[in-house]
């Protein structure tokens, strides 16, 4: 096809409507020009299933491909080149294994630690979720592969996923849940988005036409292709009325016939089924533009870009004492997941790797001549005795893959209790003992950090894991990772603890915009480890803190300073906050963040972009980002609650000033300048208002704050008309205007 040919101008109403649903499981229908395309399941591998055999759950085997770290892992490099750089090596895979569109980037947000699927995802937080998942994105897509932007939209549980209803007010949907997907496809451009199986309001995803055209395509400006979730579409005829454009899998030609009769009855449109099939093959003619000829994939070099995203998506928890790194010496090795380890999670991503690296090999590899221990820990009294006589024990710790999957949530955070039992014991005869984690979901760490002088979290780390850990032990890499969540001290301290999961079909987000530390932080409720955490082998210091407002928004710089002794990558977090806010935010937010490698005794200074977007909130009222004005709080630190520099600016806002009516409320007019000199006059001319305050033992202005102005009538005893007030108000906006 060429860009200048309508590739379905030949095609009937019948051919066009089964452009809309899948050939196959993963195969859509090559029907006159338009050829078929392969999406298959990413986010961090290609799963290219193989033979007869398919389904949506990893059951069938699939084609040998990288696993990268999940987004779990993935996420906690905060490194965007990093992922860019993953995104092309999977574009290429896809390539390689004949793959048009990679189902991919899951970046829907980590509302509740129970969710099952939340190793698939980034964060708790839009922005860093969001520049993530721009970056994969880019990657793949530069390769000639479409992505698939998912779960559109606030698919944040597991539990009746296909039916719950995520009710959640507007602000919070903007702000919050729907930001994400808003970064990804402004920066993006993601050549499609994948509708999610919930209901959003009472309407499915997949149904809803404000979602999938008022939003996303009018106001995003999205020019692609929308695609179900396998098995999402539960009335496609509703569905295509809405925006989408393929339901994917096959329905055997019965959804496809319901819109042929759809549109002969004339309830459905037939431009809109045009519309639809023009999209399909629009990506059809993309995709395969530059897939048209077979590649083939550097497995070596793959595998070593997945070792170096596990290095550094690996967090140095707890370091007391400086017991790591560990230097070459005898050491006790305890833990099932040391030989084999856990590195992805469960269900429709699972992939089938290119190799595998074992922790326990890999630390013997470092370990040269020294001896190393294997105990499973299964019988404690030989770990106790393999530790007791070696120089240091590390412990490895973590959930099964039955623990946490695709399709159902936890009921708790807590790693196994005969895990926690392992390591005290193994700590009580060996002081010098390491935890490893391996999960896919945060679990409670105080019990660990208690018993262990150190922890590192590996979150799940992909095929190459085991050699990464085994580096950042040994000190071959300096640990850079950070937390892309919070870790509570305990479940009930989540800010979704009482609203999940879904309750007769619904879940309700009464946590509103306090999602993850940003709920902490409101309520100073004490975590185990806060958003944003990770020690490294070097300290730095930060100064030099300089904030400038700019046209989109803030330059942040600074200087970062190596004052240790070895060389290190450190991830410089910027937090705004605006005091005095006019509506309820956060104590503080993520607004930008930077990676900057510096040697030690060397320093360099940094300069963070803000835009004007990170700094504003969604206004129900406008329908629009607003951006206050104001003095706002700007903090640069190592973690949300480690900020070591703060420096305040003066920004100039965009408030849309509404006219005064008679519904304003007395405080709403003091609080402007204009109205409030106008309005203190009034009210010590009329009687009662002008009565002292003791007259009433209260604050009278203060008790009239939230009293329509329109009241004033009857509240004056006749002294005040309401053609008076309408003069009065019609003043005030004319001096406002």
Not at 161 to 171: E, F, H, K, Q, T
Not at 301 to 316: F, S
Not at 368 to 397: M, R
Not at 621 to 626: E, I, L, T
Request: charge should be negative; glycine fraction near 10%.
């Amino acid at each position: 096809m060429t860009d200048s040919a309508d590739p379905i101008a030949g095609l009937d109403l019948t051919e066009q409507a089964a452009l809309g649903s899948g050939a196959s499981f993963w195969t859509t229908k090559a029907i006159g020009p338009v050829p078929a395309l392969m999406l298959t399941d990413g986010p961090h591998g290609v799963r290219r299933q193989s033979g007869s055999a398919t389904d949506h759950l990893g059951i069938s085997g699939s084609e040998p491909a990288t696993c990268f770290p999940p987004a779990v892992g993935l996420s906690q490099t905060w490194d965007p080149d990093l992922v860019e750089r993953i995104g092309r090596a999977l574009g290429d895979e896809s390539r390689a294994l004949g793959v048009h569109v990679l189902l991919g980037p899951g970046v829907n947000i980590k509302r509740d630690p129970r969710c099952g699927r939340n190793f698939e995802y980034f964060s708790e937080d839009p922005l860093l979720s969001g520049t993530l998942g721009a970056a994969w994105v880019r990657g793949v897509q530069s390769r000639g592969v479409g992505a698939s932007l998912k779960h559109f939209a606030a698919n944040n549980a597991e539990h009746d996923r296909m039916r719950a209803s995520s009710d959640v007010d507007d602000r919070t949907l903007r702000e919050i849940y729907l930001r994400t997907f808003e970064i990804v496809v402004r920066q993006a451009r993601p050549w499609t988005v994948m509708c999610s199986y919930n209901r959003i309001n009472g309407v499915y995803a997949s149904e809803n036409a404000w979602l999938l055209t008022t939003v996303l395509r009018d106001e995003w400006g999205f020019d692609g292709l929308v695609v179900s979730d396998w098995g999402a579409v539960a009335d496609r005829v509703t569905a295509v009325a809405a925006g989408l454009d393929l339901e994917m899998p096959t329905t055997g030609g019965l959804s496809n016939a319901e819109v042929v009769s759809a549109v002969r009855a004339g309830s459905l449109g037939a431009d809109v089924v045009a519309r639809a099939a023009g999209r399909v093959a629009r990506l059809a003619d993309k995709v395969t533009e530059m897939t048209c000829t077979a590649t083939v994939f550097d497995v070596d070099a793959h595998h070593e870009l997945a070792r170096e995203a596990a290095q550094r998506a690996i967090v140095l928890v707890q370091n007391d004492g400086d017991l790591l790194p560990l230097a070459p010496a005898p050491l006790a090795v305890i833990g099932g997941v040391a030989q084999e380890p856990r590195y992805q999670g469960g269900g429709s991503s699972h992939v089938n790797p290119t190799r595998l690296d074992v922790p326990l090999e890999e630390i013997r590899r470092l370990a040269g001549d020294h001896p190393v221990t294997y105990c499973p820990g299964t019988d404690i009294a030989a770990a106790v005795g393999a530790a007791e006589s070696a120089d240091a024990a590390v412990v490895f710790l973590g959930l099964t893959a039955e623990e946490e999957s695709e399709g159902y949530d936890r009921g708790h955070i807590d790693l196994p209790a005969d895990q926690l039992e392992l390591l005290r014991a193994v700590v009580q005869a060996q002081p010098r003992t390491v935890a490893v984690l391996s999960h896919g979901g945060v679990v409670r760490l105080d019990a660990v950090a208690d018993a262990a002088p150190a922890v590192v979290d590996g979150a799940l780390l992909g095929q190459a894991g085991g050699g990464a850990l085994a580096d950042v032990l040994f000190g071959v890499v300096n640990p850079s990772g950070r937390l892309a969540e919070t870790v509570p001290l305990r479940l009930q301290d989540s800010p979704a603890y009482l609203n999940f999961p879904s309750e007769s079909g619904h879940t309700v987000y009464g946590e509103r915009i306090f999602v993850g530390y940003r709920w902490y932080d409101a309520r100073d409720i004490p975590v185990a480890f806060p958003f944003g955490h990770g020690l490294s082998y070097t300290r730095f210091d930060y100064s030099g803190l300089e904030v400038d407002p700019t046209e989109e928004g803030l330059s942040v710089r600074l200087t970062v300073a190596n004052t240790g002794t070895r060389p290190g990558r450190e991830v410089v977090q910027v937090y705004a906050g605006l005091p005095g806010s006019a509506v309820a935010r956060p104590v503080r937010w993520l607004a930008g963040f930077a990676t900057v490698t510096v040697d030690p005794g060397e320093q360099r200074t940094i300069e963070i972009p803000v835009s004007r977007t990170d700094l504003a909130f969604w206004s129900t009222d406008a329908g629009r980002w607003v951006l206050e004005t104001g003095r706002y709080s700007v903090s640069v630190g190592a973690s949300s609650r480690d900020l070591r520099v703060t420096a305040t600016v003066a920004v100039a806002g965009d408030e849309p000033r509404s006219p005064f009516t008679r519904d304003s409320t007395l405080g709403e007019l003091l609080a402007d300048p204009v109205a409030a000199k106008t309005i203190l006059a009034v009210l010590d001319s009329a009687s009662p208002f002008g009565a002292a305050d003791s007259a009433l033992g209260s604050n009278l202005l203060r008790m009239l704050e939230s009293v329509p102005i329109g009241r004033m009538a009857a509240f004056s005893a006749g002294q005040v008309t309401r053609e008076q007030l309408d003069e009065l108000l019609a003043g005030i906006n004319a001096q406002r205007s």
